[in-house]
């Protein structure tokens, strides 16, 4: 069972930024497409962006210019550079290997003045 734990979200302001982390385990991780999600408060878990894993991403279109996926897989991890966050943005964000029911446990944005 691969194990998956996000990190990096917190309190932030209006325009600013945040990185956030996932830390995955085992041997496997280069050969997985990963995902980061986001579930706001009263609505559906959705898709933020992916990261094929040969590198290829795609991104939602409220996020397309201000959010950056990336991945190390020397370090097992992907990242989510957020830029420019509204608070829109505010969200528990989770991190995925897509095409499996794996998730992390999540970590908080907020995104408030």
């Known amino acids: 069972q691969v194990q998956l734990v996000e990190s990096g979200g917190g309190l932030v302001q209006p325009g600013g930024s945040l990185r956030l982390s996932c830390a995955a385990s085992g041997s496997m991780f280069s050969i997985y497409n990963m995902a980061w999600y986001r579930q706001a408060p009263g609505k559906e878990r959705e898709l933020v962006a992916a990261i094929s894993s040969g590198g290829w991403t795609n991104y939602a279109d409220s996020v397309k210019g201000r959010f950056t996926i990336s991945r190390d897989n020397a370090q097992n991890m992907v990242h989510l550079q957020m830029n420019s966050l509204q608070a829109e943005d505010t969200a528990v964000y989770y991190c995925?290997?897509?095409?499996?029911?794996?998730w992390g446990q999540g970590t908080l944005v907020n995104v408030s003045s």
């Open positions: 995925n290997i897509r095409g499996l029911d794996a």
